[in-house]
T-cell receptor, first 115, second 110 residues
């Protein structure tokens, strides 16, 4: 298993600003994932972040809007840039341990409100 | 686009009943099918998972039934309790990526 800490847990931000969300894992992991969960909705994968390489973005998400850093095997950041009210969501960090299965663990999420 | 369809959207069951949540997928390459439980203000927590070479898996009060030919799988919660009230998500995994269903808000009434 893994313990994942996300900061901040929630924030209210002004339109046009940027917010960086931090994700710290208590063990080294190869792959980290960032998801968005809009209110009352499912989880949508934003990007996959591997240490030492550029993040891989899913369809509909771009690096300019959601830049990601992955400086080491236990830490990642997601920045939500030039925010608009449509970016109001819960952002979740996840790690997966491959091999036999895809056992993914999630942080508690960052609840972002853009006003 | 890879999709996982989940139903029902919401479900109310009396304590002791057996809520059943169903999911269907399209991509036969998926090789891992987990269920997640999410309480308000928390991240999803892995509940139980199954691989496509198994038709059923039971862990405690939670059972997954898997029908590979129909590309469907379901979660059964035995002897449901009010503490099971949460949102449940099915997912399908491939290459360590998960595609989530739309979620089921389950309420267990005393």
């Amino acid at each position: 298993s893994a313990v994942i800490s996300q900061k901040p847990s929630r924030d209210i931000c002004q339109r046009g600003t940027s917010l960086t969300i931090q994700c710290q894992v208590d063990s080294q992991v190869t792959m980290m994932f960032w998801y968005r969960q809009q209110p009352g909705q499912s989880l949508t994968l934003i990007a996959t972040a591997n240490q030492g390489s550029e993040a891989t973005y899913e369809s509909g998400f771009v690096i300019d809007k959601f830049p990601i850093s992955r400086p080491n095997l236990t830490f990642s950041t997601l920045t939500v840039s030039n925010m608009s009210p449509e970016d109001s969501s819960i952002y979740l960090c996840s790690v997966a341990f491959g091999g036999v299965g895809v056992e993914a663990f999630f942080g508690q999420g960052t609840r972002l409100t853009v006003v | 686009q890879q999709q996982v369809k989940q139903s029902p959207q919401s479900l109310i069951v009396q304590k002791g009943g057996i809520p059943i949540i169903n999911c269907a997928y399209e991509n036969t390459a998926f090789d891992y099918f987990p269920w997640y439980q999410q309480f308000p203000g928390k991240g999803p927590a892995l509940l139980i998972a199954i691989r496509p070479d198994v038709s059923e898996k039971k862990e405690g009060r939670f059972t997954i039934s898997f029908n590979k030919s129909a590309k469907q799988f379901s979660l059964h919660i035995m002897d449901s309790q009010p503490g099971d009230s949460a949102t449940y998500f099915c997912a399908a995994g491939l290459n360590e990526k998960l595609t989530f269903g739309t979620g089921t808000r389950l309420t267990i009434i005393p």
